[in-house]
């Protein structure tokens, strides 16, 4: 054989190792894992999506103060989610879920203070309720250690969100209804 014939059988054959290898990881990772990771990438996807159509259309200092915390502390773990489900051989959405669309869409649709309370308690409040037990569940049955440490260390960040959407939703339904 020639050189150049080696040297292509050596980079295909590295190449067929690196897909084998990717589809190892993902074989490694249990239903509960595999289904986190999608669950989870969505979830923030949708709370981005959302705390971006508040900070276009809220009135609020405090409403687009939360929203803009949405964006950036989503933003930062939706890129490490991004890179361990990768790493993970596992496919996660760059969008929001077809449901957290069709209420984006209606969230979208409101105005003033209308807009305010529902984002704050359906964004704020409700989305982290939800997010924070997807997280604990992982932490308690999750079989991946990289993952499991990963919604480990994510957890004190939720409940800080939800603490502040808590608050936000006090603030926002004690304004007058317009």
Same mark, same amino acid.
Request: glycine content about 6%; cysteine-free; hydrophobic content about 40%.
């Given at each position: ?12 054959? &590295?190449?067929?190792?690196? *897909? ?5 990881? $993902?074989?490694?990772? *249990? ?21 971006? /159509?508040?900070?276009? %259309? @809220?009135?609020?200092?405090? &409403?687009?103060?939360?929203?803009? =915390? ?8 939706? $890129? ?5 489900? !990768?790493?993970?051989? /596992?496919? /996660? ?12 869409? =209606?969230?979208? !649709? ?7 309370? +529902?984002?704050?308690? @359906?964004?704020? &409040? ?12 992982? /932490?308690?049955?999750? *079989?991946?250690?990289? &993952? ?10 939720? %409940?800080? +969100?939800? !603490? ?10 004690? !304004?007058?209804?317009?």
């Amino acid at each position: 054989m020639t050189s150049r014939t080696l040297t292509l059988l050596a980079i295909a054959t &590295v190449a067929l190792a690196a *897909s084998f290898g990717a589809q190892a990881q $993902t074989a490694k990772l *249990s239903g509960q894992d595999k289904s986190f990771l999608k669950d989870a990438a969505e979830g923030g996807n949708a709370e981005i999506a959302a705390s971006q /159509v508040a900070l276009n %259309q @809220s009135g609020s200092a405090d &409403v687009k103060t939360f929203a803009q =915390m949405m964006v950036d502390d989503h933003g930062k773990a939706d $890129t490490e989610l991004k890179g361990l489900a !990768e790493q993970k051989g /596992v496919k /996660v959405s760059d969008t929001p879920s077809l449901t957290k669309k069709a209420e984006i869409k =209606m969230l979208s !649709e409101r105005k003033g203070s209308s807009f305010d309370q +529902h984002y704050a308690e @359906s964004i704020g &409040v409700k989305a982290h309720q939800d997010t924070i037990k997807l997280f604990q569940k992982e /932490v308690d049955k999750g *079989s991946d250690a990289d &993952v499991k440490a990963w919604a480990s260390k994510t957890l004190p960040t939720l %409940q800080h +969100h939800l !603490e502040a959407a808590q608050a936000l939703k006090a603030k926002t339904d004690a !304004e007058p209804k317009s």
